[in-house]
């Protein structure tokens, strides 16, 4: 069965650097979307991407968070000055139509 | 405030019984709701949706109920298997079209199969 992919699953990074954080969608999918779960907290939007541009986003994607499809096959999230409170688990997902897939996640630990 | 929550945060039943999972919106215009399931370690798992033209949806050992007037969500989980334990998410998307896009996930509500 197809699914989405994430690398890596566990990312430790230092206040203040840049992370990227990878996925390999669902390769007929057309949308593209970014999620993070902070421990013990909702599911919460970061950003929705489809035609090779970003189609919505929520307030937490500020000009730190920006996305990318560098290849037709990779979807990342670059955050460029990692904070504390961006400690969280980050999922992708990909959807055709309706039903979304989601990725296993990474884990991000801003120290 | 919380625009979508749920209204237990643990469920226990008896493997075999069935398994009612409840969800309150607060937004009328949401035209579209999800049920997903989130093993321990793992993404969330698409269940079944419903859009607002709909009260009923039935999928395989699942049926989401959507009552619009006072804007409550259920999933029944028929005949529970251990493997029904997790954590359940309802999702709302207060935007056009279905997919992730946008959506707001209540808290969760944590089911616990007892043998």
């Known amino acids: 069965e197809p699914e989405v992919t994430q690398t890596p699953s566990h990312q430790v990074t230092q206040m203040g650097q840049e992370v990227i954080l990878r996925c390999v969608p669902i390769s007929n999918h057309l949308y593209f979307y970014w999620y993070r779960q902070i421990l013990g907290q909702k599911v919460e939007f970061l950003v929705s991407?489809?035609?090779?541009?970003?189609?919505?986003k929520s307030e937490i994607f500020d000009d730190q968070f920006s996305v990318e499809r560098p290849d037709g096959s990779n979807f990342t999230l670059k955050i460029r000055s990692t904070k504390l409170e961006d400690s969280a688990m980050y999922f992708c997902a990909s959807s055709l139509i309706d039903e979304a897939f989601f990725g296993q996640g990474t884990r991000l630990t801003v120290v | 405030g919380e625009s979508v929550g749920l209204h237990l945060p643990t469920l226990s039943v008896q493997e075999g019984d069935n398994s009612i999972i409840n969800c309150a919106y607060s937004n009328s215009a949401s035209d579209y709701f999800i049920w997903y399931k989130q093993e321990s370690g793992k993404g969330p798992q698409f269940i079944i949706d419903i859009r607002s033209n709909m009260d009923k949806r039935q999928g395989q050992r699942v049926t989401v109920l959507l009552n619009k007037t006072v804007k409550h969500l259920s999933l029944q989980i028929a005949a529970t298997q251990p493997g029904d334990s997790a954590v359940y998410f309802c999702?709302?998307?207060?935007?056009?079209?279905?997919?992730?896009?946008?959506?707001?996930f209540g808290k969760g509500t944590h089911l616990i199969i007892q043998p």
């Open positions: 991407f489809y035609n090779n541009e970003i189609s919505e």
């Open positions: 999702a709302e998307n207060m935007r056009s079209g279905g997919g992730a896009d946008g959506l707001t």
